[in-house]
C-alpha cells in the first residue's frame, strides 16, 4: 500500500516515511538511503523530504549529511521550528556546538539579517544552558522581522521561565501560533505562559 501510495504521489515524503521505517525495521539501512535519494531527486526543495532525509541520515551515522539537509530546509521554510530542533539535538549529539555557532556567526558577517543564522545561534546558546545569549539573538530576529515564529516562540518560554514579562511573553506565543498554527510546541509555549500568568 505504501509503495503504491509512493507511486501515486511520488515527490510526498509521507509514504517515503512509511517505506522507510519498514526499512529500519528489516535492517536494511542502504534500502532507507536510496528511498530518500530518490525522493530528493524528485522534491530536491520539499521542507518534507529534507527533514526526513536528515533523520534517516542522522539514524545511519552520516550527520554531514543530515547537517546539511536540515541547513536546506530552514533555507527553504526559515519559518518552521522542527528543522532549527533537529540541527540543535544533532550538534548537541556530536559535540559541536561551539563550531557549529562559530559557523553560523560567520553566516551573520556576511549577512548581518540573516533570521535563519541568528535564530540558529539561540538555539544553540539555549542547548549550550545560556538562555541570556539566546534571548538577545531571538531578540535580534524579532527586531529584523516581527513575526518571526521560531524566534517569537522561543522568546516567549524563556520570558515565562525567567520570570519576564508574562504578557509580552504571551503576545509572543500567539503571534508564534497564529504563524505555525499546527506546531504542538507552540501550543506547549502558549499554554505554559497562560499557566505562568
Do not use: C
Not at 169 to 183: E, F, G, I, N, S
Amino acid at each position: 500500500a505504501l509503495t503504491r501510495a509512493s507511486e501515486l504521489a511520488p515527490a510526498e515524503a509521507e509514504p517515503v516515511a512509511g517505506l522507510v521505517a519498514l526499512d529500519f525495521i528489516a535492517k536494511n539501512p542502504e534500502a532507507a538511503e536510496q528511498r530518500i535519494e530518490a525522493l530528493l531527486a524528485r522534491a530536491p526543495n520539499d521542507h518534507n523530504a529534507l527533514l526526513l532525509g536528515a533523520r534517516v541520515y542522522a539514524s545511519t551515522g552520516k550527520p554531514d549529511t543530515a547537517e546539511a539537509l536540515l541547513k536546506r530546509a530552514i533555507e527553504a521554510d526559515p519559518a518552521g521550528l522542527e528543522p532549527y530542533s533537529m540541527l540543535g539535538q544533532l550538534y548537541t549529539a556530536q559535540r559541536k556546538l561551539d563550531a557549529a555557532r562559530g559557523t553560523f556567526e560567520e553566516i551573520v558577517k556576511r549577512k548581518p539579517d540573516s533570521i535563519s543564522a541568528h535564530t540558529v545561534i539561540g538555539v544553540i546558546h539555549e542547548a549550550q544552558g545560556n538562555r541570556a545569549e539566546a534571548r538577545k539573538r531571538y531578540e535580534r530576529v524579532l527586531q529584523i522581522d516581527n513575526s518571526a515564529p521560531v524566534a517569537a516562540n522561543n522568546l516567549a518560554y524563556i520570558y515565562a521561565e525567567e520570570g519576564g514579562n508574562l504578557d509580552v511573553a504571551l503576545q509572543l506565543a500567539q503571534a508564534a501560533k497564529q504563524r505555525l498554527p499546527d506546531v504542538p510546541e507552540i501550543s506547549d509555549t502558549v499554554g505554559w505562559v497562560y499557566y505562568k500568568k
